[in-house]
Every structure is written in C-alpha cells, then in structure tokens.
C-alpha cells in the first residue's frame, strides 16, 4: 500500500512563492512516478508535474517556468516549487503515485492508484 502526505499549502499573495512536499511510502524505489494535480472549486482535476524513479519530469503548458517538481535522494519526498504565483494557481492540490510504474511520468489522473488527502493553496491577488 502506498501512503502520500501532502503538507505546505497556504496563503500567498499573487506574485508569491510556496513549496508544497509529498511524503510517500510504500512504493517501489526502482519503479514509480508521483505527480502534482489541482482541483479548484466545480473544475475538473488537472495535471502539474510528475516524477519518476530517474528523476524524469513531465509539466503542463500552464506551469512550465514557474513551477519545478523535484524529489529527495532518499526518494520518499517529492516537492513543487511553485514562483510567481497567480490567483488561478489557487486549488487544493494533491500528490499521487503509481508504482510499479510501466509509462513515463504522467499527468493525467486516470494513470494514479494512490492518492493523498492534499493541501489548499490560495493565492490572493
């Protein structure tokens, strides 16, 4: 069973900086990819970042260059860094993972088994 935590999220105003962390356990180090996603209230879930076990990273169009998914050595936390922010950067966002891993880092939610319980980032203008 794979467990994600995500913490970080808060207030900010727009222009501002938040580094959200996902801990994960369970997973299997040599196969996996962990992703970003948001949901903003009555949006659809969309896709941030994703990660694999080769530190390879997929992004979508609306965070490239202000946004940057990395993770630790250990590979049992996964950060977004997330740069001027704007206010429609505001959803709770949720870490997902997918392990054993057979595709590259994905952004798409139905390529995730296990999710966490997120984290609310509200960016005020």
């Known amino acids: 069973q794979v467990l994600l935590v995500e913490s970080g999220g808060g207030s900010v105003q727009a222009g501002g900086s938040l580094t959200l962390s996902c801990a994960v356990s369970g997973h299997t180090k040599k196969s996996y990819y962990i992703g970003w996603f948001r949901q903003a209230p009555g949006m659809r879930r969309e896709g941030v970042a994703a990660?694999?076990?080769?530190?390879?990273?997929r992004y979508a169009e609306s965070v490239k260059g202000r946004f940057v998914i990395s993770q630790d050595n250990a590979k049992t936390t996964v950060y977004l860094a997330m740069n001027n922010l704007k206010p429609e950067d505001s959803a709770m966002y949720y870490c997902?993972?997918?392990?054993?891993?057979?595709?590259?880092?994905?952004?798409?939610?139905?390529?995730?088994?296990?999710w966490g319980q997120g984290t609310e980032v509200t960016v005020s203008s």
């Open positions: 990660i694999d076990e080769h530190d390879f990273t």
């Open positions: 997902a993972a997918e392990s054993p891993a057979l595709l590259p880092p994905q952004i798409t939610d139905d390529e995730y088994t296990y």
